[in-house]
């Protein structure tokens, strides 16, 4: 493994270019990404909200996920391997699918949207985006990957204006202060307890 580091380099060793770096923490660009970032979250509320409660919820909700049938009778699979996933699997179990379709939009847009677990908000925006690119749809689904990326890839300023940001600031208030203070306390080294010594009295002996 030596031989390998020394021929390759350690990745971890691998500093970070300052004009990444300055991407990645600068408050100036966390208003742009905090900005995007919001705005990709209401467009998942939006088309979380017409599938729970709008004009597609008989589609997703209802009737036996027709709409999640339909569309995956239909779709243009990218592969036929994913052909044969969306008539084998998605049509038959379409009713539970859509539910879990039109749930999960909803909650990856509230997520996103007030800034809560915003890593996993991505990465759940980008597995739906990629069903729905193989599924043939392109649609708008390139420019919400593409949001999703920058987004996941700059979350410690991305997420700044949100409750990922309060909960930051909490523990950089008050639980990291109270970790360090533990680190830099001596430990008490408590002496082994010793027994006193006990003189033996001579008995007397009769002669």
């Known amino acids: 493994m030596d031989n390998v580091y020394g021929l390759i380099g350690d990745p971890s060793k691998v500093?970070?270019?300052?004009?990444?770096?300055?991407?990645?923490?600068?408050?100036?660009?966390?208003?742009?990404?905090?900005?995007?970032?919001?705005?990709?979250g209401v467009m998942w509320l939006q088309a979380g909200i017409a599938k729970i409660w709008g004009a597609e919820n008989p589609a997703f909700m209802h009737n036996g996920g027709a709409g999640v049938a339909g569309f995956a009778t239909h779709a243009v699979a990218a592969y036929s391997w994913w052909g044969t996933f969306l008539h084998s699997f998605v049509v038959p179990n379409a009713g539970w699918i859509g539910v879990l379709v039109a749930v999960a939009e909803f909650a990856i847009g509230v997520s996103l949207a007030i800034g809560f677990l915003t890593p996993i908000a991505c990465l759940g925006s980008l597995l739906l985006l990629f069903t729905y690119v193989m599924s043939g749809t392109a649609s708008v689904c390139a420019f919400y990957a593409l949001f999703a990326i920058v987004i996941l890839s700059t979350w410690r300023t991305s997420s700044w204006i949100g409750v990922d940001g309060f909960i930051s600031g909490y523990r950089q208030r008050h639980v990291e202060p109270k970790m360090v203070r533990q680190e830099e306390?001596?430990?008490v080294v408590v002496p082994d307890y010793v027994a006193?010594?006990?003189?033996?009295?001579?008995?007397?002996?009769e002669v």
Do not use: F, G, H
């Open 15 to 40: 500093k970070t270019p300052r004009s990444l770096y300055w991407l990645q923490r600068s408050k100036l660009m966390a208003l742009l990404w905090n900005t995007m970032r919001i705005w990709l």
């Open 185 to 187: 306390t001596p430990d």
């Open 196 to 205: 006193p010594e006990v003189e033996e009295t001579p008995v007397p002996v």
